[in-house]
């Protein structure tokens, strides 16, 4: 009796026969863990995928699966077939189906000639259909989100297949003895798709030429100043990535390749009384990627005008009250946001140090390194936010004129709170 496999040798070979060139790869290690039956690749960039399903499932049914909807939100360029009905969908929309024949009572196919026709036509413009890359950080932290959602689940079904010796497990151990005792699969999965995403966004950052960028290029480019992030990358998602989960990362590398990064940072470089858009960017991607747990553990933003209203507060009480005449800036004052997130509070700290020493900027490099760098500290529980708040204190350094050194790096340290039994 055929099933969904039966038909998958038949189809690799027609669509491999549609253009010089085109790889249709169809892994079963990696489809078992939630990978599409099919991934079309060119000269090793992935132009799109397909979902095949046996010919008497209902594809209408299909369409509304959980698994669909994980594709439909993550993979731009899908088709779903079931060998004879054909939908292409494009950025989660139908874009067009076509249908090679319909089987009789007997079980016989019978070809539909227009039919042929309009599938042809549909495979030949799926198959030349280009992303379009990406040129704003919203639609950025949009289309990461959802690809990194689509990498945790990979890493859970990955670990619940994997035998408990594997690479997957061996990482997870390490995770609880040094970091993290109370962890689970899910937290482990969760932070490991996370540091993917945001350690390839770091070091896309790093390069404005990067059409040619790629996983083993962030290994390399992920700003010395966060080392926790450079060394948990190079661990997780350097050379020996589980192929069953190097797919996507790849593909998420392809889409901060083909990101038009220029103008993403010249986004980040807009910076009005009301709007931070590094900020932004992160509350943007996490409302995608996991909007219950951002709630739970109360990640929220705060507004600028507020923040700046309490930084410049305490700035004046440590003048007239403390006898620090330049308030932040004064070598006695040690800085520590405990709950830090995306950076605001520091951020405003630095900024109104910058201020008051406006009059004496020839000393300000030597300033940062000695008495500034030394004396601002956060500490932060999740990921992402500690991710972004590295990146946009560094942003913020460079913008005002500072360089950091290769063996420096910001106070600023992802750490953990165990639930008491």
Not at 68 to 74: A, D, I, K, P
Not at 132 to 160: C, H, N, W, Y
């Amino acid at each position: 009796m055929a099933t969904e496999q039966t038909h998958r040798p038949a189809l690799k070979t027609l669509i491999e026969s549609l253009q010089t060139g085109l790889e249709a790869i169809n892994e079963p290690k990696r489809v078992a863990c939630g990978a599409p039956d099919f991934i079309l690749t060119i000269s090793s960039r992935t132009i799109g995928y397909i979902e095949a399903k046996d010919v008497v499932e209902d594809l209408d049914k299909i369409e509304k699966s959980e698994q669909m909807e994980r594709y439909l939100g993550s993979l731009p360029n899908l088709i779903l077939t079931d060998y004879l009905e054909f939908k292409w969908y494009t950025d989660g929309k139908i874009r067009a189906t076509g249908r090679l024949g319909k089987t009789d009572t007997s079980g016989k196919i019978k070809t539909d000639l227009n039919g042929l026709k309009i599938v042809q036509q549909l495979l030949s413009d799926f198959l030349i259909r280009r992303v379009p890359s990406v040129g704003t950080a919203k639609e950025l932290a949009i289309r990461m989100a959802r690809l990194g959602q689509m990498i945790r689940d990979l890493i859970i079904k990955a670990f619940e297949t994997e035998p408990e010796k594997g690479t997957l497990h061996s990482q997870f151990q390490a995770f609880k003895d040094t970091l993290i005792p109370d962890l689970t699969p899910e937290k482990f999965a969760d932070m490991y798709a996370q540091t993917i995403a945001y350690g390839l966004f770091a070091a896309r950052t790093m390069t404005t030429s990067g059409k040619n960028f790629t996983r083993k290029d962030a290994v390399y480019l992920i700003p010395k100043t966060n080392p926790f992030l450079r060394n948990l990358f190079n661990e997780i998602a350097g050379a020996n990535l589980d192929d069953r989960i190097a797919w996507l990362v790849d593909d998420l590398a392809q889409l901060l390749a083909d990101a038009n990064m220029t103008e993403i940072l010249k986004d980040f470089g807009i910076r009005t009384k009301r709007e931070d858009p590094v900020v932004h960017f992160y509350e943007t991607f996490f409302t995608q990627y996991d909007k219950e747990t951002r709630k739970m553990r109360g990640e929220y933003y705060t507004p600028e005008p507020v923040v700046s209203y309490i930084v410049r507060s305490v700035g004046w009480l440590l003048r007239k009250n403390f006898n620090c005449a330049q308030g932040f800036a004064d070598s006695k004052i040690l800085t520590l946001d405990p709950a830090v997130g995306t950076g605001t509070f520091l951020y405003s700290v630095i900024k109104l140090i910058y201020e008051s020493l406006k009059d004496q900027i020839g000393t300000w490099n030597d300033y940062v390194e000695k008495y500034l760098l030394p004396r601002i500290f956060g500490f932060e529980l999740m990921l992402a936010p500690y991710a972004i708040c590295h990146l946009k204190l560094e942003l913020l350094l460079k913008e005002l004129g500072y360089q950091f050194k290769t063996d420096q790096r910001l106070g600023v340290y992802l750490t953990t709170v165990t639930e008491k039994r």
